[in-house]
């Protein structure tokens, strides 16, 4: 079995401790160990880092810019290859897998021409013979954690704009599913990239993660994944004077309204709530839907959710995948439980017997948005459907929620689609479109429980990789 080691000063290294990716389309089919990371790996990889620091943020932007292109390049010529491990370690289906892998090229090549364009500003002074110059500066050393659901598209959006505007570098990515990450190291390496700029400590959150965290020599992190772990990582940063971005979790709401296309609003929903397995912190957890359409609307998403086809990644008539292990499957299946003992109707939801982790798409009709289903994020194929009298109490509905990272709307009418988009807190609106699936070159985030900090991706992501610097020149 091929064994993948860590990435620190340019070196592979060898690590006492491993882990097994296993499929969880068939967990008899193990893709490789991956080298577990001590505090001694982490405390190397931050002391390269630091070491090279000077030099990489003083390169000549056309230096960063050719390594990031040829990483992107690399990745978008492979990315069928990419593709099928990132289907075969998170268990997305073998188009989702592609698809996530042409954004991250897509991202690597977005970013290297970021590095050409990373402007100041030059402004006179308040005091004659004086002009002011702000300009952006790299922060330092960054480390970047990112969760299993993404595997190399949230890598992709943290590690191209921190080098881009010049910062080092050091992943730990998801234990679940590293296979993707290792591959962005070496293409990186294999593209250029100096020694130590760029380091990958793979490992557990538990030891790898939290010495990172902690590590004094490094100046911010930037994170994906749950709300409890955000929070904990957030303190951790406060009392170390780390700068701090965290992206977390959704409970996404998306509005079905009496006007809207019924053909628009089933699409819309099946797929927002069920593609990539429900594990997108953008899914459309909580549908919204007034009186006249419910019935007919829940009636048609049921008959959709109960045709859609669970089974291999890798298997082309697959349309939703296995969930990516059996913790992540067995909390599914307790909110199943949990959304039946509060009173709703439930399809589907079922285990289907298999090698992997699979599991139906799950109704939870008859909700409202108090019950503990409607309110917390399952992060599973799940949507509650939740019944309303109007548009009033629809917005309502959809802004009650401790979270604010993507809401939807479905209506053919430009007012309550206007109305919406100026009233739903949250980061992303959508309008007839599903509530999951994003540009890369322009800002994502949410408000509330879901995000902190600035936003990521497009030209915004230089609000966190940068630090802005005022000079005061006399004439
Ligand atoms: P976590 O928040 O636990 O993990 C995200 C990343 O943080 C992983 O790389 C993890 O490492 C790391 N990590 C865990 N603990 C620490 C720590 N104390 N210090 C530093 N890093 C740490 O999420 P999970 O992957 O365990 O998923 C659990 C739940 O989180 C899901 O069921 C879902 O609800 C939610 N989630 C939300 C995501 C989103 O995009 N909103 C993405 C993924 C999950 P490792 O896992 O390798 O131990």
């Given at each position: 079995?091929?064994?993948?080691?860590?990435?620190?000063?340019?070196?592979?290294?060898?690590?006492?401790?491993?882990?097994?990716?296993?499929?969880?389309?068939?967990?008899?089919?193990?893709?490789?160990k991956?080298?577990?990371?001590?505090?001694?790996?982490?405390?190397q990889?931050v002391?390269?880092?630091?070491?090279?620091?000077g030099?990489?943020?003083?390169s000549?932007?056309?230096?960063r810019?050719?390594?990031?292109?040829?990483?992107?390049?690399?990745?978008m010529?492979?990315?069928?290859?990419?593709?099928?491990?990132?289907?075969?370690?998170?268990?997305?289906t073998?188009?989702?897998?592609?698809?996530?892998?042409t954004?991250?090229?897509?991202?690597?090549k977005?970013?290297?021409?970021?590095?050409l364009?990373?402007?100041?500003d030059?402004?006179?002074?308040?005091?004659?013979?004086?002009?002011v110059?702000?300009?952006?500066?790299?922060i330092?050393?960054?480390?970047l954690?990112?969760?299993?659901?993404?595997?190399?598209?949230?890598?992709?959006?943290?590690?191209?704009?921190?080098?881009?505007?010049?910062n080092?570098?050091?992943l730990?990515?998801?234990?679940?599913?590293?296979?993707?990450?290792?591959?962005?190291?070496?293409?990186?390496?294999?593209?250029?990239?100096?020694?130590?700029?760029?380091?990958?400590?793979?490992?557990?959150?538990?030891?790898?993660?939290?010495?990172?965290?902690?590590h004094?020599?490094?100046d911010?992190?930037?994170?994906?994944g749950?709300?409890?772990?955000?929070?904990?990582?957030?303190?951790?940063c406060?009392?170390?004077?780390?700068?701090?971005?965290?992206e977390?979790?959704?409970?996404?709401?998306?509005?079905?309204?009496?006007?809207?296309?019924?053909?628009?609003?089933?699409?819309?929903?099946?797929?927002?709530?069920?593609?990539?397995?429900?594990?997108?912190?953008?899914a459309?957890?909580r549908?919204?839907?007034?009186?006249?359409?419910?019935?007919?609307f829940?009636?048609k998403?049921?008959?959709?959710?109960?045709?859609?086809?669970?089974?291999?990644?890798?298997?082309?008539?697959?349309?939703?995948?296995?969930?990516?292990?059996?913790?992540q499957?067995?909390?599914?299946?307790?909110?199943?439980?949990?959304?039946?003992?509060?009173?709703?109707?439930?399809?589907?939801?079922?285990?289907i017997?298999?090698?992997?982790?699979?599991?139906?798409?799950?109704?939870?009709?008859g909700?409202?948005?108090?019950?503990?289903?409607?309110?917390?994020?399952?992060?599973?194929?799940?949507?509650?459907?939740?019944?309303?009298?109007?548009?009033?109490?629809?917005?309502?509905?959809a802004?009650d929620?401790?979270?604010?990272?993507?809401?939807?709307?479905?209506?053919?009418?430009?007012?309550?689609?206007?109305?919406?988009?100026?009233?739903?807190?949250?980061?992303?609106?959508?309008?007839?479109?599903?509530?999951?699936?994003?540009d890369?070159?322009?800002?994502?985030?949410g408000?509330?429980?879901?995000?902190?900090?600035?936003?990521?991706?497009g030209?915004?992501?230089r609000?966190?990789?940068?630090?802005?610097?005022t000079t005061?020149?006399?004439?």
């Open positions: 079995m091929k064994h993948y080691s860590n990435l620190v000063a340019g070196e592979w290294v060898e690590e006492a401790d491993s882990v097994e990716n296993i499929n969880p389309s068939n967990t008899q089919d193990v893709i490789g991956y080298a577990r990371a001590d505090t001694r790996t982490v405390d990889a002391a390269a880092a630091r070491n090279v620091f030099e990489w943020s003083g000549s932007p056309q230096f810019h050719d390594i990031l292109e040829a990483t992107g390049a690399t990745i010529s492979r990315r069928e290859e990419l593709g099928r491990l990132l289907s075969r370690e998170e268990g997305k073998l188009a989702e897998g592609v698809g996530e892998v954004r991250a090229a897509q991202i690597f977005f970013f290297a021409g970021e590095t364009r990373l402007a100041g030059v402004l006179p002074s308040v005091r004659a013979g004086v002009d110059l702000v300009e952006r500066e790299a330092g050393t960054v480390g954690i990112t969760p299993w659901n993404f595997p190399i598209a949230i890598p992709a959006w943290k590690v191209a704009p921190a080098l881009a505007y010049g080092c570098v050091i730990k990515p998801a234990e679940l599913a590293p296979g993707c990450a290792w591959e962005i190291a070496n293409i990186l390496l294999q593209s250029g990239c100096p020694a130590g700029v760029f380091n990958l400590v793979m490992g557990s959150g538990r030891q790898t993660g939290k010495r990172l965290v902690e004094p020599g490094i911010a992190i930037s994170f994906t749950s709300v409890p772990t955000g929070h904990e990582i957030a303190v951790k406060a009392e170390t004077g780390k700068r701090v971005q965290l977390m979790g959704g409970k996404n709401p998306m509005v079905v309204l009496d006007d809207a296309d019924m053909e628009v609003a089933v699409d819309a929903c099946l797929n927002g709530a069920f593609f990539s397995t429900g594990q997108r912190c953008t459309s957890s549908l919204i839907v007034t009186e006249s359409i419910h019935d007919s829940l009636e998403l049921t008959l959709a959710a109960g045709k859609l086809v669970v089974g291999d990644a890798l298997d082309s008539s697959s349309q939703i995948g296995p969930v990516v292990d059996r913790t499957l067995e909390q599914n299946l307790s909110y199943v439980a949990l959304a039946r003992e509060e009173g709703c109707t439930v399809t589907g939801g079922e285990v017997d298999g090698p992997g982790f699979y599991q139906r798409p799950a109704v939870f009709a909700a409202n948005n108090q019950m503990r289903s409607a309110r917390e994020e399952i992060f599973g194929p799940c949507a509650s459907v939740i019944r309303v009298a109007d548009y009033d109490e629809a917005l309502q509905t802004n929620t401790e979270f604010g990272l993507s809401a939807g709307i479905c209506t053919r009418s430009l007012k309550f689609a206007n109305h919406f988009r100026r009233n739903v807190k949250s980061g992303m609106v959508m309008i007839n479109l599903p509530t999951a699936g994003v890369y070159h322009v800002p994502f985030g408000r509330k429980g879901s995000s902190y900090g600035p936003r990521e991706q030209a915004y992501a609000e966190f990789y940068t630090i802005v610097k005061y020149q006399a004439a």
